[in-house]
């Protein structure tokens, strides 16, 4: 048990809808980051939020948006649902590490949710 | 764009027959490389953080090492349990990381 969590776990829904993932990180950690996983396309990073501000953003779509609360948790929404957004979503979470003395952060591993699988039919 | 290869795509291995799964990366400005096993439906499992050539590192029955413009991740006799998919992934400047499509390791006992 990695201490990140994930809700659903299940998720069935129909073209054209809208759903709301939910993650809540492991205690302590800062970052949360949003990953989608298909069997063609492998692992695929969306989008990253660091103590409420989103950091960094990857391969996600504009019908795709997430946010991350005062108490850290964090939401994906999926919107306009189409065939191909069927998938595994997960969740991570990592502490970020400060750097040397020029302050920089790097970000230290990161730990897995269980994953939403989202079918859309 | 940072990329990950990881080879072979699926290797089948006998219990105690040792091998080595190989990963192969192009980024700019490596800050670390990691390690993660994921078993069929779940999520990934953090296994290694390695951040410059020549580290290496071990837990169990696996090792990490790093070099310039690859990983491997050997397996020392393995058994059924070490079956699973192994994602390697690197974590470039851009604050992104970048997996590779993984190896499935199958051990047949």
């Known amino acids: 048990d990695s201490g990140v969590t994930q809700t659903p776990k299940h998720l069935i829904t129909a073209t054209g809808q809208r759903v709301t993932l939910r993650c809540s990180p492991r205690?302590?950690?800062?970052?949360v980051y949003w990953y989608q996983q298909s069997l063609d396309q492998g692992l695929q990073f969306l989008i990253q939020?660091?103590?409420?501000?989103?950091?960094a953003k990857g391969n996600i779509l504009e019908r795709f948006s997430a946010q991350q609360f005062p108490d850290l948790h964090s939401e994906l929404n999926l919107s306009s649902l189409e065939l191909g957004d069927s998938a595994l979503y997960f969740c991570?979470?990592?502490?970020?590490?400060?750097?040397?003395?020029?302050?920089?952060?790097?970000?230290?591993?990161?730990?897995f949710g269980p994953g939403t699988r989202l079918t859309v039919l | 764009e940072d990329q990950v290869t990881q080879s072979p795509e699926a290797l089948r291995l006998q219990e105690g027959e040792s091998s080595s799964l190989n990963c192969s990366y192009t980024?700019?400005?490596?800050?670390?490389l990691f390690w993660y096993r994921q078993d069929p439906g779940k999520g990934p499992e953090f296994l290694f953080t390695?951040?410059?050539a020549g580290e290496e590192k071990e837990k169990e029955r696996l090792k990490a090492t790093l070099t310039k413009k690859e990983s491997f991740l050997h397996i020392t006799a393995p058994k059924p349990e070490d079956s699973a998919t192994y994602l390697c992934?690197?974590?470039?400047?851009?604050?992104?990381?970048?997996f590779g499509k993984g190896t499935l390791l199958t051990v047949n006992p």
């Open positions: 992934a690197v974590w470039g400047s851009n604050y992104k990381l970048t």
């Open positions: 205690s302590g950690d800062l970052s």
């Open positions: 991570a979470s990592s502490i970020p590490i400060q750097g040397a003395a020029s302050g920089s952060v790097s970000y230290n591993e990161q730990f």
């Open positions: 939020y660091y103590n409420g501000e989103e950091r």
């Open positions: 390695l951040y410059s």
């Open positions: 980024v700019s400005g490596l800050r670390g």
